[in-house]
C-alpha cells in the first residue's frame, strides 16, 4: 500500500496553551494539580535535558533519545521508581507489577511473563471482537451522541474482565473501573509530593481515594476465594495467577494476586481506552486519513469480523493507532529515582533526585519530528519506523520495564478499530472545545461527544 501523505490540510489539534519561560509558583501549583501537561514551557519541546526547581527541590527531565536511553536502559539499575509515583499509583493498584522494584519485580515478571506470550494473546482475539460486537449491536444511526471516552472505557473494561475472570459485562467488575475513573480526578501530586517530603505527613486526598476501592476490593476478594476453592482455577488470566510460580519461586500470595489483578485490570482497560479515544478524536478531524483506513479494512475484512490473523495485514491501522499514541500519549510522564549519583549528559544528577521522562514533550520534540503537531500517520510506516531513534518514541515505556502487556494492547485497539471503522463513521461535536488533560493518564477534559453514521 502506498504511505504517501494523505492530504494538505492541518487541522488544529486539542493541546494546552503554550507559554515561554517560568510559571508563577501559584500558577505552577494550580496547573500541575489540574494538569500536568500544561506545565511544560515552548522550551520543553527542543530540550533535550531540562532542570525544573520547586522551591529547593530540584528535577530534572531526559528528553532526548541518548538520554532516555540512558535512564531506561543503559544505567536502568540506578533508577527506580519514585516516591511520588508509588504515592499516586500504590493506593488503588497496591504494590503490583507496575509499581514494585527489585527482586519482587523480577520475580513478577517471570510470574506473569506466560499471561502475555504470542499464542495466548491470539486466544484473548476472540474476547476482544465478541466484546466489540456486543456493544456495536446496540448501536443505531438514531442512537443519542456517545460520549467516546465512557464507550471506550467500558469496552475495555469488558475485555480485560472477561480476559482476567471469564467474565465479561459484569456489573459487580464495573465497579472496579468506576473506582479507576473517580481516582484519577481525586489523586494529584501536592506540595509535600513534589518537594519530596516524609509520607508520614499526611495526604488528605489519598486517604480518601483508598476508600473508593473497598467496595471492589471485596469483589475481587470473592473471585479470588471461590477461584481458589474451585478443583479447577480455570485457564483465565486469574486462574494463571493463582498457579503462577516458576523454578525457584513461591506461588503469588492472596495480597500479591490482588495486586496483579488490581494492576491488570487497571493498566489493561484504562490506557488502551485512552488510546482508542484520541485515535476516534482524530480520525474524526481527518477525513482522508478514515478514508484510507476505511479502504484498508474493506480490502482486507471483505465485510465480515476481523480476527486476529488480520491484524498484521491492517498495517494502516496500526500505523494510524501509533501515531494517534504520538500524539495523546496515555502515559505522558514516566517518573523515576537515582539511587546513587549520575551523569546525564554532562549533567550532574544527585542521588535522590527525580529524573522525568515526558512523552508528551518528547513526542512533540521539534528535533526529533517533522511537524510535531501535525497527525500524519505516514510517519509510522515501517519503513520510516526503521530511521527514527530507538528512544524516540516510547508509548509503553522502553527497557526492562516496557510495559508487558503492550502487544495485548495493540491487539486490542486494532481488533476494535476494524470492528467498528467497517461499520460506523464517528462525528465529533466538539462543544465544548476538546482538551487533553494529564492526570494519571492522558484523558480529555470534557467529554468526548460523538455521533453515529453508518458507513
Known amino acids: 500500500m502506498d504511505f504517501g501523505p494523505t492530504d494538505d490540510t492541518s487541522p488544529v489539534l486539542a493541546r494546552p496553551p503554550r507559554f515561554h519561560g517560568r510559571l508563577p509558583f501559584r500558577e505552577f501549583l494550580r496547573r500541575i494539580k489540574e ?33 532516555i536511553g540512558h535512564v531506561l536502559l543503559d544505567n536502568a ?83 480485560i474482565s472477561d480476559i482476567m475472570f471469564s467474565a ?90 490482588r495486586n496483579q489483578v488490581a494492576t491488570i485490570l487497571t493498566a489493561g482497560h484504562e490506557t488502551t481506552a485512552n488510546a482508542l479515544t484520541w485515535t476516534w478524536y482524530l480520525l474524526a478531524l481527518h477525513p482522508a486519513v478514515e478514508a484510507r483506513l476505511h479502504e484498508e479494512i474493506d480490502h482486507v ?16 491501522a496500526r500505523m494510524v493507532i501509533e501515531e494517534a499514541m504520538r500524539l495523546y500519549p496515555p502515559v505522558h510522564t514516566l517518573s523515576r529515582s537515582a539511587l546513587a549519583d549520575d551523569e546525564i549528559a554532562g549533567h550532574r544528577v544527585p542521588a535522590g533526585s527525580t529524573v522525568l521522562i515526558v512523552p508528551w514533550l518528547l513526542h512533540r520534540h521539534r528535533r526529533l519530528w517533522q511537524d510535531p503537531d501535525r497527525f500524519m500517520p505516514e510517519r509510522m510506516s515501517p519503513e520510516r519506523a526503521a530511521g527514527r531513534p530507538r528512544f524516540a518514541y516510547i508509548p509503553f515505556g522502553a527497557g526492562p520495564r516496557i510495559c508487558i502487556g503492550a502487544s495485548l494492547a495493540m491487539t486490542e485497539a486494532i481488533l476494535i478499530i476494524a470492528s467498528v471503522a467497517r461499520q460506523w463513521r464517528l462525528r465529533l461535536i466538539a462543544t465544548p472545545p476538546v482538551e487533553p488533560i494529564g492526570l494519571i493518564t492522558l484523558r480529555p477534559r470534557q467529554p468526548m461527544m460523538m455521533r453515529l453514521e453508518k458507513r
Open 35 to 67: 494538569s500536568s501537561i500544561a506545565t511544560w514551557p515552548e522550551e520543553a519541546f527542543e530540550s533535550a535535558f531540562l532542570e525544573r526547581r520547586i522551591l529547593w527541590r530540584r528535577t530534572f527531565v531526559a528528553n532526548s533519545p541518548d538520554t
Open 77 to 159: 539499575e540506578n533508577y527506580t521508581k519514585s516516591r511520588i509515583a508509588r504515592r499516586l499509583l500504590e493506593p488503588g493498584i497496591g504494590r503490583g507489577l507496575i509499581t514494585s522494584e527489585g527482586a519482587q519485580w523480577r520475580r513478577e515478571r517471570r510470574l506473569l511473563a506466560p499471561a502475555f506470550q504470542h499464542q495466548r494473546i491470539a486466544g484473548y482475539s476472540g474476547a476482544i471482537v465478541a466484546a466489540a460486537s456486543r456493544m456495536l449491536a446496540a448501536w443505531e444511526p438514531t442512537t443519542a451522541p456517545l460520549d467516546m471516552a465512557k464507550a471506550m472505557s467500558r469496552l475495555t473494561l469488558a475485555i
Open 168 to 257: 465479561g459485562d459484569d456489573p459487580e467488575i464495573a465497579k472496579f473501573g468506576a473506582a479507576v475513573d473517580r481516582y484519577q480526578t481525586m489523586v494529584r501530586p501536592s506540595v509535600l509530593d513534589l518537594l519530596n517530603l516524609p509520607d508520614w505527613l499526611p495526604r488528605r486526598s489519598l486517604a480518601r481515594a483508598t476508600a473508593l476501592f473497598t467496595e471492589s476490593d471485596a469483589v475481587i476478594a470473592d473471585l479470588i476465594a471461590r477461584r481458589r476453592a474451585a478443583p479447577d482455577p480455570g485457564s483465565d488470566l486469574l486462574g494463571l495467577l493463582l498457579g503462577a510460580a516458576t523454578a525457584g519461586d513461591a506461588p503469588l500470595s492472596a495480597q500479591e494476586i
Open 301 to 316: 475484512l471483505a465485510g465480515r469480523q476481523p480476527g486476529f490473523d488480520d491484524i498484521a495485514r491492517l498495517v494502516y
